[in-house]
């Protein structure tokens, strides 16, 4: 029996919103490696009884490998969970190519983003015909660094619907970068902390109050910042979606 790794996107926190096939697989992994400080642990609750859980919150990557490389050489399958959609800030090329030059073997299962969920939440969509039709996700640099090309004052000329990840504790900078970047001050901004989990709370604003409104609920971690003027629903025009077809 070959073993292998399983890199699933365990979603936003709701465990309803594991996919079919992600909670298939858990189900019958042997060993299961979470990231504990974000992956919902009620999540785990769907293991086998018998199954190795470890949280991967401590642990260098050396040792995450290590844990996986052992697994698979005994035939074991390993269920890897990761936050959200492990294509986006999921860390995860440095996890495939150590088990690349390994040679063992891997599959990537995704997930529901907490960018879905948060939109979920305050009732949007971010991609209305007329209003906006481009998305960016994107983060504000910090220990991990971003290339000029794609920082913040530069990206707001383009004045689309934005997502910004892993970078709440650095609001107020980020709603003074987008409004000297191109983004009007009374733009329609938005907080969501903790999308899906059962402690969720939605802050709406603009970018000229929205840091304040955050630093009021003392958020600091775990939030996504959406800004664009789709996040504002008025009297948009109708898609075409549900029109006569042309003739």
Not at 27 to 37: L, T
Not at 131 to 138: G, R
Not at 150 to 158: F, I, N, Q, S, W
Request: with cysteine.
């Amino acid at each position: 029996m070959r073993g292998k790794v399983y890199f699933i996107g365990a979603g936003p926190g709701d465990p309803e919103l594991l996919t079919l096939k992600a909670k298939g697989v858990i189900e019958k992994a042997d060993v299961i490696i979470y990231a504990d400080s974000l992956v919902n642990p009620r999540i785990c609750s769907f293991a086998r009884e018998d199954a190795e859980i470890r949280g991967s919150s401590t642990l260098p990557l050396e040792e995450i490998i290590g844990i996986m490389e052992k697994a698979v050489k005994e035939g074991k399958i390993v269920a890897r969970l990761q936050s959200g959609d492990p294509s986006i800030y999921g860390a995860l090329w440095e996890q495939m190519k150590a088990l690349e030059e390994r040679g063992i073997d891997y599959e990537i299962i995704p997930g529901v983003s907490s960018l879905s969920a948060a939109c979920a939440a305050l009732k949007v969509e971010l991609t209305v015909p007329g209003v906006s039709q481009t998305v960016i996700l994107t983060r504000k640099g910090g220990r991990a660094p971003v290339p000029e090309k794609e920082d913040l004052k530069g990206l707001a000329a383009h004045r689309a619907s934005m997502a910004i990840f892993l970078s709440i504790s650095r609001v107020e900078e980020i709603a003074g970068e987008l409004v000297a970047g191109g983004y009007p001050p009374e733009t329609p901004a938005a907080v969501v902390y903790r999308a899906s989990w059962e402690d969720e709370k939605v802050i709406r604003g603009t970018l000229g109050d929205i840091a304040s409104k955050v630093k009021e609920c003392g958020i600091k971690k775990q939030a996504l910042i959406l800004v664009g003027e789709a996040l504002s629903p008025r009297d948009f025009p109708p898609s075409r979606v549900y029109g006569k077809a042309e003739r």
